[in-house]
């Protein structure tokens, strides 16, 4: 896959066909992980651990440092360490009108520019719940959220999506518990399927893929009656008698050279029941519903999402369809799976709906003692804000800024030493920062109308070189320039494995860096000056930069499934 070329891409390109023109070879640009001292560095051979001269190092310096040269690289100026690394520190206020400039079109376009698929249908499943009392557990949220973050990161980066829940084995009441939660937090899928309840096309599905079976040297019979006239009724009844009939899973993964083991089936896969005792069993008719919706919707390519405890179920639907379908997006499927919600003292499944209210109140209180919010009727407001979203941004950062890989422990007692997520609290504060920035672009606007300012000038326009402070290079490079890749590099979808490496979490630790360093920023200067005309590049430099870092809060927000909010 390849993805779509950045500004940080485009001058580590620059400069290394630069260097190959000057027949300098064999060395690796790199982002430097300390921005005080360079941009870019070029690691000697020494500083990896082979001793070598410094000739090839002075080269690239001398040919950096060649007045022809750094203007097309945007370079400042180049010099060697004590290790003998190539620093290559940048023209910053170039970098900054580039960058400023084209912010929307990356944002707009993060394209995947060659893919093996076009379009994704990601299949969020829900099974019967642990709790007796048809209640919803916080695990079930999580992987409402997981699916459908990983649909919006599909189509930020380009992908045509689908997003579908499907409900297996799950009662009426806590289908509708289900469905009351996924619209309160705002993850509401395009089309929900439930296998529980009555469907004749999807029993037709299931009946046309059984009887492709007949074809299929992969199909056992246990009472060795022959299944050329298998006929079986809408309803799973046999026309003329009961099979018990199973497709050998194990022999059609060594016979089609699967990949078994890490990063492929589970070598336990044997064999896998499709029609037992004149019943349909359920892998087969989940099979059918995925043969409906791959016709239906014409996709390429499918990814199931689901808990830990279901991975090796998922791997034998996996294989069913595969085996029975002529579709090709049967060959393209991918497993997402995610660890459980869980109690961090008791290691139990938490109920949603307390772990909400226990959520709500710890807001409220904060509200109440600290940032005197207030609160009428239990509906709560934060300043003009809805408090409930607040709620909701919080629990969505919780649950979604811990790798997938990784069980989620949440705190549900007040006690010391409860454990639970360290920071749970991060969400509101990237809502927080985020309120800052767009009360400070409403409070200019209201002055320029006012007849203080001037409008705030175009970017093509501007000079950068006021913005000298490291604070404002650091929002710049780290996080507005490299936004798009993170997000680009978050979305690892290969046809050369099953088992997707998809980082949900990606999302929320941008934004909560980002949140923190702007917010030692926003504290540390005064952004909105005197209304001086030698004081206005200045201020119009920095509103340039913090309304990229708003646009860069915004998208990350919506890639999430929210709202800014106003005030705070």
């Known amino acids: 896959r390849i993805k779509a070329m950045t500004i940080i891409d485009e001058l580590r390109d620059e400069i290394c066909e630069t260097l190959k023109a000057h027949d300098i070879h064999h060395f690796d640009v790199k982002l430097s992980r300390h921005l005080r001292k360079a ?3 070029v690691l000697s051979d020494r500083s990896q651990g082979r001793p070598t001269e410094l000739g090839v190092s002075r080269r690239i310096v001398a040919v950096l440092n060649d007045e022809s040269v750094k203007p097309r690289c945007s370079i400042q100026h180049c010099l060697l ?3 003998g690394n190539v620093l290559i520190v940048l023209n910053r206020s170039r970098i900054f009108k580039q960058v400023l400039n084209r912010l929307p079109a990356d944002l707009c376009d993060m394209t995947v520019k060659s893919t093996p698929w076009r379009d994704v249908c990601v299949v969020v499943w829900f099974c019967g719940g642990d709790m007796k009392d048809f209640s919803v557990t916080v695990s079930m949220l999580r992987t409402a959220l997981i699916g459908h973050h990983v649909a919006k990161l599909f189509q930020a980066t380009g992908y045509g999506c689908n997003l579908v829940f499907a409900s297996t084995n799950c009662g009426e009441q806590l289908l509708i518990n289900i469905k009351h939660w ?5 993850c509401n899928p395009d089309k929900w399927v439930c296998l529980t309840t009555p469907d004749r096309e999807r029993d037709m599905k299931a009946q046309e893929l059984l009887e492709s079976a007949r074809f299929s040297t992969k199909l056992d019979t ?3 009656q022959e299944t050329e006239h298998l006929d079986i ?27 078994t083991g890490k990063g492929g089936y589970d070598k336990g896969l044997d064999k896998a029941k499709l029609f037992v005792d004149g019943t349909m069993d359920p892998v087969l008719l989940e099979a059918a519903m995925l043969q409906r919706l791959s016709e239906m919707l014409c996709t390429h390519c499918f990814l199931h999402v689901d808990l830990q405890s279901m991975k090796f179920y998922r791997q034998k639907l996996s294989l069913v369809w595969r085996i029975l379908s002529q579709h090709p997006a049967a060959e393209n499927q991918q497993i997402l799976v995610h660890c459980s919600v869980v109690d961090s003292i008791q290691e139990k499944q938490v109920k949603l709906e307390d772990y909400y209210r226990k959520r709500l ?4 209180d904060v509200a109440t003692f600290k940032m005197h919010w207030s609160h009428d009727q239990g509906k709560g407001v934060v300043a003009g804000g809805n408090l409930e979203e607040v709620v909701i941004a919080a629990i969505k950062f919780e649950l979604l800024s811990v790798s997938s890989r990784n069980m989620v422990k949440v705190r549900m007692s007040d006690i010391e030493g409860a454990g639970g997520v360290q920071d749970n609290q ?3 504060f990237v809502l927080y920062n985020c309120a800052r920035l767009r009360a400070l672009m409403r409070n200019y606007e209201v002055a320029v109308k006012q007849g203080c300012y001037p409008q705030l000038p175009d970017v093509g326009t501007m000079d950068f070189s006021t913005l000298t402070d490291q604070s ?6 780290e996080f507005v320039s490299q936004y798009s890749t993170k997000i680009q590099e978050s979305v690892v979808f290969s046809a050369e494995t099953l088992w997707t490496q998809i980082q949900s979490n990606k999302v929320c630790d941008v934004l909560a860096r980002l949140a923190r360093e702007f917010s030692s920023f926003y504290s540390s200067v005064r952004i909105l000056q005197e209304p001086k005309d030698y004081l206005f590049p200045h201020m119009f430099a920095r509103l340039h930069l913090i309304s990229a870092v708003q646009e860069v809060f915004e998208h990350g927000l919506g890639l999430l499934g929210l709202t800014p909010q106003d005030l705070m």
């Open 81 to 83: 360490d004590e290790a």
């Open 182 to 186: 996924v619209d309160v937090f705002g």
């Open 472 to 477: 404002e290079w650091l929002l710049l490079w």
């Open 361 to 364: 109140q710890q807001m409220l």
């Open 222 to 224: 246990t009472d060795d």
């Open 39 to 41: 941009d870019f560095v």
């Open 233 to 259: 009724g809408s309803a799973g009844q046999s026309g003329h008698q009961e099979h018990n009939i199973m497709l050998n899973l194990r022999e059609y993964i060594v016979s089609k050279g699967l990949q």
């Open 426 to 428: 991060s969400g509101v």
